[in-house]
T-cell receptor
Framework: GQQVMQIPQYQHVQEGEDFTTYCNSS?????IQWYKQRPGGHPVFLIQ?????EVKKQKRLTFQFGEAKKNSSLHITATQTTDVGTYFC?????????FGQGTRLTINP | SAVISQKPSRDICQRGTSLTIQCQVD?????MFWYRQQPGQSLTLIAT?????????ESGFVIDKFPISRPNLTFSTLTVSNMSPEDSSIYLC??????????FGPGTRLTVL
């Protein structure tokens, strides 16, 4: 069945450093979504990518969708303490939306 | 966007009992889903709640254990039946409204003793 792998599982950075999480699907996706879950909170939608090679930016966050529509990345420039949380990708395959394992970001102020 | 509320927010239950979790959306939505999330883990889809008909369950989840209702477009319930400690988890309701974006409720933290 469809699998979505996300790495790294954990990432600890100093405030101001950059952060990147990667997502890879076993199958071609129709879209990929990114969610953020703060500690003790619930997942909150960040963005959806649909087109091959698509790049979207939200302030310090840059999202990419691979040319083959099987991988994606989220890059945060100059992290801030408010970026703390777990970032999940979710890939829409032929049948359903599958969430990656998430990358837990912690930041040393 | 849709605003989703869940009740209860948390509960501690004895093994062998059942708990019904309620999910209310503030607007009519297309799809409603129930997820389970173990602490520090990813989200696992339990089922899609279908209005007026039986829910569609994912592999590994069955109706006898997790009966689901969706009597209208804005409300759904999930029951965790005959609970065991392995059922301790966070249960999340989500909904979509015309697009593929999922809006999640705050979750119900269940502890089974």
């Amino acid at each position: 069945g469809q699998q979505v792998m996300q790495i790294p599982q954990y990432q600890h950075v100093q405030e101001g450093e950059d952060f990147t999480t990667y997502c890879n699907s076993s199958t071609t996706l129709s879209n990929i979504q990114w969610y953020k879950q703060r500690p003790g909170g619930h997942p909150v939608f960040l963005i959806q990518l649909v087109k091959s090679g698509e790049v979207k930016k939200q302030k310090r966050l840059t999202f990419q969708f691979g040319e083959a529509k099987k991988n994606s990345s989220l890059h945060i420039t100059a992290t801030q303490t408010t970026d703390v949380g777990t970032y999940f990708c979710a890939g829409r395959g032929a049948q359903k939306l599958v969430f990656g394992q998430g990358t837990r970001l912690t930041i040393n102020p | 966007s849709a605003v989703i509320s869940q009740k209860p927010s948390r509960d501690i239950c004895q093994r062998g009992t059942s708990l019904t979790i309620q999910c209310q959306v503030d607007s009519q939505v297309t799809m409603m889903f129930w997820y389970r999330q173990q602490p520090g883990q990813s989200l696992t889809l339990i089922a899609t709640a279908n209005q007026g008909s039986e829910a569609t369950y994912e592999s590994g989840f069955v109706i006898d254990k997790f009966p689901i209702s969706r009597p209208n477009l804005t409300f759904s319930t999930l029951t965790v039946s005959n609970m065991s400690p392995e059922d301790s988890s966070i249960y999340l309701c989500s909904a979509t409204s015309g697009s593929d974006t999922q809006y999640f409720g705050p979750g119900t933290r269940l502890t089974v003793l």
